[in-house]
């Protein structure tokens, strides 16, 4: 208290009620001696106007405290705006890349187009088409990282919401703070108007007290409302990264998908190949057994003139023609043989390429390798 060397500015709860109480016991012999009545009340002023000079510090404080949570509001904005320019270039990136991939797989079905034209080049255009396949494979692993990379930005937005909820709780308790105080300070008001009647102005000075305090309440609030907003932008953001990176792995699938038609589609065009050699022996063939009934019908026509005709001077045409039919039969009899038994090696091979369990494990070789998960 005063009288023991103590400021009423450094008391505070119990210790302020009993300098009061004491305050208004001595107020009698207080009121007799005039003089220590107005140096009490001198001191008292000057204790306020101290009070009051730490109060205007004090408000100065929160006023740059404010003023660098909204220079920190702003910061974050302009992170945020180029957070949102990246995703847009990003996803600028991934249309160009499935633009490339589509443009590819046309470029795929023309060279496929060209491949039933040339089929004596089929064998080493399948080598480059298995090339272009490990290739694709390559592409896919790629991509699957690219996904995996989505997914752990996506992880951080998600951490990033996570923090701005907390610090939109702590936003709720520090006015929960500031409206606790402000009951405190009205009922202080209140104590001090039954207490004394001759401090009509520190009620009043009380009272703008108060009033400053709900404008600050209300600030507060306000600046709570635009935290929440904040964070239900900042769940959006969120939520539209998340359908990006979903529409991201999309494209991913779709285009292994056509990676594994092209998969399919060269090996319908080794097929395609060999059926056409196949073609080949077998029209081969034909010419063999042409050449075998040429041979027959000039045995044939020579054996009719030399028993039409007899022995004479016609007898070398007709010994000749018998010979070239002899010789067509020999050479028609070997190149057949040879045929036959290339022709047996590349049926067995078809139906080994052609049977239902080689393409099924085709099929799971190419999934396999191209590693296809659902979406």
């Given at each position: 208290m005063p009288g023991k060397g103590k400021d009423f500015s450094s008391l505070a709860g119990e210790e302020l009620l009993k300098a009061m109480d004491d305050w208004a016991e001595r107020r009698e012999s207080l009121a007799e001696d005039r003089t220590k009545l107005a140096q009490f009340r001198t001191r008292l002023a000057e204790e306020r106007?101290?009070?009051?000079?730490?109060?205007?510090?004090?408000?100065?404080?929160?006023?740059?405290?404010?003023?660098?949570?909204?220079?920190?509001?702003?910061?974050?904005?302009?992170?945020?705006?180029?957070?949102?320019?990246?995703?847009?270039?990003?996803?600028?990136?991934?249309?160009?890349?499935?633009?490339?991939?589509?443009?590819?797989?046309?470029?795929?079905?023309?060279?496929?187009?060209?491949?039933?034209?040339?089929?004596?080049?089929?064998?080493?255009?399948?080598?480059?088409?298995?090339?272009?396949?490990?290739?694709?494979?390559?592409?896919?692993?790629?991509?699957?990282?690219?996904?995996?990379?989505?997914?752990?930005?996506?992880?951080?937005?998600?951490?990033?919401?996570?923090?701005?909820?907390?610090?939109?709780?702590?936003?709720?308790?520090?006015?929960?703070?500031?409206?606790?105080?402000?009951?405190?300070?009205?009922?202080?008001?209140?104590?001090?108007?039954?207490?004394?009647?001759?401090?009509?102005?520190?009620?009043?000075?009380?009272?703008?007290?108060?009033?400053?305090?709900?404008?600050?309440?209300?600030?507060?609030?306000?600046?709570?409302?635009?935290?929440?907003?904040?964070?239900?932008?900042?769940?959006?953001?969120?939520?539209?990264?998340?359908?990006?990176?979903?529409?991201?792995?999309?494209?991913?699938?779709?285009?292994?998908?056509?990676?594994?038609?092209?998969?399919?589609?060269?090996?319908?065009?080794q097929s395609r190949t060999n059926l056409s050699q196949y073609r080949t022996i077998l029209a081969k063939q034909r010419t063999e057994l042409s050449y075998l009934r040429t041979g027959a019908t000039l045995i044939a026509l020579g054996t009719f003139f030399t028993r039409y005709f007899g022995f004479g001077y016609w007898s070398v045409i007709d010994g000749l023609i018998l010979f070239t039919g002899v010789v067509s039969i020999v050479m028609a009899v070997k190149l057949f043989r040879k045929s036959f038994f290339i022709e047996r090696k590349l049926l067995v091979r078809l139906e080994e390429e052609l049977a239902s369990e080689a393409v099924e494990k085709r099929m799971e070789n190419a999934i396999q390798a191209h590693r296809f998960g659902t979406f």
């Open positions: 106007t101290a009070l009051a000079h730490k109060r205007t510090e004090l408000a100065e404080g929160r006023t740059k405290l404010a003023e660098g949570r909204t220079e920190l509001a702003g910061k974050r904005t302009a992170l945020a705006e180029g957070r949102t320019n990246l995703a847009e270039k990003r996803t600028g990136l991934a249309e160009g890349r499935t633009a490339l991939a589509n443009n590819r797989t046309e470029f795929a079905q023309k060279r496929t187009s060209l491949a039933e034209g040339r089929t004596q080049l089929a064998e080493k255009r399948t080598g480059l088409a298995e090339g272009r396949t490990e290739l694709s494979h390559k592409r896919t692993d790629l991509a699957e990282g690219r996904t995996k990379l989505a997914e752990g930005r996506t992880e951080l937005a998600n951490n990033r919401t996570e923090l701005a909820r907390n610090r939109t709780s702590l936003a709720e308790g520090r006015t929960n703070l500031a409206e606790k105080r402000t009951g405190l300070a009205e009922g202080r008001t209140g104590l001090s108007q039954k207490r004394t009647e001759l401090a009509e102005g520190r009620t009043n000075l009380a009272e703008k007290r108060t009033d400053l305090a709900e404008g600050r309440t209300q600030l507060a609030d306000k600046r709570t409302g635009l935290a929440e907003s904040r964070t239900s932008l900042a769940q959006n953001r969120t939520e539209w990264s998340q359908k990006r990176t979903d529409w991201a792995e999309m494209r991913n699938k779709l285009a292994e998908i056509r990676t594994r038609m092209s998969g399919g589609r060269t090996g319908l065009a």
